[in-house]
Protein backbone atom coordinates (compact mmCIF):
# COMPACT_ATOMS: atom_id res chain seq x y z
CA UNK A 1 0.00 0.00 0.00
CA UNK A 2 1.41 3.52 -0.67
CA UNK A 3 1.58 5.59 2.42
CA UNK A 4 0.38 9.17 1.93
CA UNK A 5 2.33 11.96 1.08
CA UNK A 6 3.38 14.43 3.07
CA UNK A 7 3.00 18.31 3.49
CA UNK A 8 6.26 18.71 1.19
CA UNK A 9 6.19 14.93 -0.28
CA UNK A 10 4.67 16.64 -3.14
CA UNK A 11 7.25 19.67 -3.58
CA UNK A 12 9.91 18.90 -6.04
CA UNK A 13 13.39 19.12 -4.58
CA UNK A 14 14.01 22.47 -6.31
CA UNK A 15 11.27 24.19 -4.98
CA UNK A 16 12.14 22.74 -1.81
CA UNK A 17 15.73 24.50 -1.88
CA UNK A 18 14.52 27.56 -2.92
CA UNK A 19 11.64 27.43 0.29
CA UNK A 20 14.46 26.64 2.91
CA UNK A 21 16.71 29.26 1.79
CA UNK A 22 14.03 31.88 1.22
CA UNK A 23 13.21 31.19 4.87
CA UNK A 24 16.27 31.05 6.40
CA UNK A 25 17.04 34.46 4.29
CA UNK A 26 13.77 35.96 5.65
CA UNK A 27 14.81 34.60 9.24
CA UNK A 28 18.31 36.11 9.28
CA UNK A 29 16.59 39.58 7.66
CA UNK A 30 14.34 39.68 10.60
CA UNK A 31 17.10 38.79 13.09
CA UNK A 32 19.25 41.17 11.83
CA UNK A 33 17.05 44.61 11.77
CA UNK A 34 15.43 43.13 15.59
CA UNK A 35 19.25 43.69 16.39
CA UNK A 36 20.12 46.55 15.20
CA UNK A 37 17.05 48.42 16.41
CA UNK A 38 17.82 46.65 19.92
CA UNK A 39 21.48 48.14 19.82
CA UNK A 40 19.96 52.07 18.53
CA UNK A 41 17.39 51.84 21.03
CA UNK A 42 19.82 50.43 23.88
CA UNK A 43 22.44 53.72 23.12
CA UNK A 44 19.61 56.38 22.82
CA UNK A 45 18.37 54.99 26.42
CA UNK A 46 22.25 55.22 27.51
CA UNK A 47 22.53 58.29 26.26
CA UNK A 48 19.30 59.76 28.23
CA UNK A 49 20.47 58.25 30.96
CA UNK A 50 23.97 59.68 30.51
CA UNK A 51 22.46 62.64 30.46
CA UNK A 52 19.55 62.91 32.59
CA UNK A 53 22.60 61.89 35.52
CA UNK A 54 24.03 64.62 34.65
CA UNK A 55 21.48 67.21 34.80
CA UNK A 56 20.31 65.83 38.34
CA UNK A 57 24.05 65.78 39.87
CA UNK A 58 24.11 69.58 38.26
CA UNK A 59 21.03 70.19 40.16
CA UNK A 60 22.00 68.78 43.38
CA UNK A 61 25.31 70.81 42.84
CA UNK A 62 23.77 74.25 41.95
CA UNK A 63 21.51 74.22 44.70
CA UNK A 64 24.04 73.66 47.46
CA UNK A 65 25.33 76.30 45.50
CA UNK A 66 23.02 78.80 46.16
CA UNK A 67 22.62 77.98 49.36
CA UNK A 68 25.88 78.50 50.20
CA UNK A 69 26.22 81.62 48.37
CA UNK A 70 23.24 83.06 50.07
CA UNK A 71 24.43 82.02 53.70
CA UNK A 72 28.07 83.67 52.87
CA UNK A 73 25.34 86.85 51.56
CA UNK A 74 24.16 87.01 54.52
CA UNK A 75 27.63 87.00 56.50
CA UNK A 76 29.36 89.47 54.40
CA UNK A 77 25.79 91.95 55.74
CA UNK A 78 26.89 91.12 59.12
CA UNK A 79 30.33 92.27 58.14
CA UNK A 80 29.36 95.72 57.14
CA UNK A 81 27.70 96.35 60.04
CA UNK A 82 30.30 95.35 62.46
CA UNK A 83 33.55 96.43 60.61
CA UNK A 84 31.83 99.30 57.85
CA UNK A 85 32.85 102.26 59.98
CA UNK A 86 36.55 101.93 58.37
CA UNK A 87 35.58 102.59 55.07
CA UNK A 88 38.03 100.46 53.64
CA UNK A 89 36.58 97.44 55.24
CA UNK A 90 33.35 99.01 54.32
CA UNK A 91 34.44 98.58 50.46
CA UNK A 92 35.68 95.41 50.92
CA UNK A 93 33.00 93.80 52.26
CA UNK A 94 30.47 95.78 50.23
CA UNK A 95 31.81 94.57 46.88
CA UNK A 96 32.08 91.14 48.38
CA UNK A 97 27.95 91.19 48.85
CA UNK A 98 27.50 92.57 45.94
CA UNK A 99 29.14 89.64 44.36
CA UNK A 100 27.81 86.82 46.66
CA UNK A 101 24.33 88.55 46.03
CA UNK A 102 25.08 88.11 42.80
CA UNK A 103 26.27 84.11 42.52
CA UNK A 104 22.93 83.44 44.77
CA UNK A 105 20.97 85.12 42.07
CA UNK A 106 22.98 83.70 38.76
CA UNK A 107 22.88 79.59 40.96
CA UNK A 108 19.39 80.25 41.62
CA UNK A 109 18.29 81.26 38.02
CA UNK A 110 20.23 78.56 36.72
CA UNK A 111 18.99 75.92 39.24
CA UNK A 112 15.28 76.97 37.71
CA UNK A 113 17.07 76.03 33.67
CA UNK A 114 18.17 72.71 35.12
CA UNK A 115 14.77 71.54 36.72
CA UNK A 116 12.65 72.69 34.11
CA UNK A 117 14.77 70.60 31.19
CA UNK A 118 15.03 67.58 33.22
CA UNK A 119 11.39 67.96 33.87
CA UNK A 120 11.29 68.26 37.47
CA UNK A 121 8.62 70.30 39.08
CA UNK A 122 10.35 72.67 41.95
CA UNK A 123 7.64 75.80 41.89
CA UNK A 124 9.79 77.13 45.08
CA UNK A 125 12.57 78.24 42.92
CA UNK A 126 10.71 80.86 41.26
CA UNK A 127 9.63 82.17 44.33
CA UNK A 128 13.27 81.94 45.97
CA UNK A 129 14.39 84.12 42.55
CA UNK A 130 11.96 86.83 43.45
CA UNK A 131 12.71 86.64 47.69
CA UNK A 132 15.99 86.88 46.94
CA UNK A 133 16.10 89.88 44.59
CA UNK A 134 13.42 92.03 47.42
CA UNK A 135 16.27 90.64 49.96
CA UNK A 136 19.01 92.70 48.03
CA UNK A 137 17.17 95.95 47.84
CA UNK A 138 16.00 95.73 51.27
CA UNK A 139 19.26 95.71 52.18
CA UNK A 140 20.82 98.14 49.91
CA UNK A 141 17.91 100.67 50.66
CA UNK A 142 18.64 100.19 54.72
CA UNK A 143 22.06 101.15 53.68
CA UNK A 144 21.84 103.89 51.91
CA UNK A 145 19.09 105.24 54.73
CA UNK A 146 21.39 105.22 57.34
CA UNK A 147 24.33 107.40 56.54
CA UNK A 148 27.23 107.50 57.37
CA UNK A 149 27.57 104.30 58.70
CA UNK A 150 28.96 104.37 62.60
CA UNK A 151 27.89 102.12 65.68
CA UNK A 152 24.94 103.68 66.29
CA UNK A 153 23.78 103.81 62.86
CA UNK A 154 24.82 99.84 62.25
CA UNK A 155 22.59 98.82 65.52
CA UNK A 156 19.56 100.70 63.96
CA UNK A 157 19.74 98.65 60.68
CA UNK A 158 20.30 95.49 62.73
CA UNK A 159 17.58 95.76 64.50
CA UNK A 160 15.14 97.04 61.67
CA UNK A 161 15.93 94.61 59.26
CA UNK A 162 17.00 91.61 61.81
CA UNK A 163 15.92 88.39 60.40
CA UNK A 164 14.90 89.36 57.05
CA UNK A 165 16.72 86.44 55.50
CA UNK A 166 15.01 83.68 57.52
CA UNK A 167 12.29 82.85 55.32
CA UNK A 168 14.96 82.78 52.41
CA UNK A 169 17.42 80.56 54.08
CA UNK A 170 14.72 78.11 54.93
CA UNK A 171 12.78 78.15 51.45
CA UNK A 172 16.67 77.38 49.87
CA UNK A 173 17.25 74.93 52.43
CA UNK A 174 13.90 73.06 51.38
CA UNK A 175 14.32 73.47 47.42
CA UNK A 176 17.77 71.70 48.36
CA UNK A 177 16.16 68.65 50.33
CA UNK A 178 13.26 68.91 47.41
CA UNK A 179 15.76 68.86 44.03
CA UNK A 180 17.93 65.89 46.04
CA UNK A 181 14.58 63.67 46.80
CA UNK A 182 12.89 64.15 43.18
CA UNK A 183 16.51 63.21 42.16
CA UNK A 184 16.51 59.84 43.99
CA UNK A 185 13.11 59.65 42.72
CA UNK A 186 13.88 59.65 39.08
CA UNK A 187 16.66 57.28 39.83
CA UNK A 188 14.75 54.40 41.03
CA UNK A 189 12.35 55.22 38.35
CA UNK A 190 15.44 55.11 35.80
CA UNK A 191 16.43 51.69 37.57
CA UNK A 192 12.49 50.23 37.51
CA UNK A 193 12.25 51.09 33.52
CA UNK A 194 15.91 49.29 33.03
CA UNK A 195 14.77 46.36 34.63
CA UNK A 196 11.69 46.00 32.79
CA UNK A 197 13.06 46.23 29.40
CA UNK A 198 16.04 44.30 30.18
CA UNK A 199 13.26 41.56 31.19
CA UNK A 200 11.56 42.18 27.71
CA UNK A 201 15.18 41.56 26.32
CA UNK A 202 15.41 38.51 27.80
CA UNK A 203 11.92 37.35 26.57
CA UNK A 204 12.65 38.38 23.17
CA UNK A 205 16.57 36.85 23.29
CA UNK A 206 14.28 33.42 23.98
CA UNK A 207 12.14 33.95 21.04
CA UNK A 208 15.09 34.04 18.60
CA UNK A 209 16.44 31.34 20.24
CA UNK A 210 13.60 29.53 19.65
CA UNK A 211 13.43 30.79 15.93
CA UNK A 212 16.87 29.70 15.46
CA UNK A 213 15.93 26.50 16.53
CA UNK A 214 13.10 26.24 14.70
CA UNK A 215 15.03 27.36 11.25
CA UNK A 216 17.50 24.79 12.03
CA UNK A 217 15.72 22.06 12.42
CA UNK A 218 13.32 22.93 9.27
CA UNK A 219 16.39 23.01 7.35
CA UNK A 220 17.64 19.66 8.36
CA UNK A 221 14.53 18.25 7.79
CA UNK A 222 14.63 19.86 4.10
CA UNK A 223 17.79 18.63 4.14
CA UNK A 224 17.35 14.96 5.31
CA UNK A 225 13.92 15.19 2.36
CA UNK A 226 15.51 16.21 -0.70
CA UNK A 227 18.34 13.53 -0.23
CA UNK A 228 15.49 10.27 0.54
CA UNK A 229 13.84 12.36 -2.73
CA UNK A 230 17.06 12.15 -4.82
CA UNK A 231 17.59 9.00 -3.55
CA UNK A 232 14.70 7.92 -4.40
CA UNK A 233 14.34 9.54 -8.03
CA UNK A 234 17.84 7.76 -8.60
CA UNK A 235 17.11 4.04 -7.69
CA UNK A 236 13.56 4.59 -9.90
CA UNK A 237 15.58 5.18 -12.56
CA UNK A 238 18.23 2.95 -12.11
CA UNK A 239 15.81 -0.08 -11.29
CA UNK A 240 13.07 0.80 -14.17
CA UNK A 241 12.70 -2.67 -15.53
CA UNK A 242 13.56 -3.22 -19.48
CA UNK A 243 10.09 -2.88 -21.62
CA UNK A 244 9.64 -6.53 -23.21
CA UNK A 245 10.18 -6.86 -26.79
Do not use: C
Request: glycine content about 4%; hydrophobic content about 45%; charged content about 30%.
Amino acid sequence: MKEPDGIFQSVSPRRKIIISIGMLTILVIVIGLYGLAAIVESNQRLHRSVLEGQAMAKAIDTARLAQVHLKQQVQEWKNILLRGQEKDLFDKHLKAFDEEDRKTNEYLKSLLQITDKAQMTVPQIVSAIHKHEKLGKQYREVLAKYKPLDTKNAALIDKSIRGIDRELTDEIDAIVDIVKNLTEQKLRETELIAKVRMEAYRALAVFIIFLMIAAVAFGIFNIISITRDLSLENNKNGTEPEDIQ
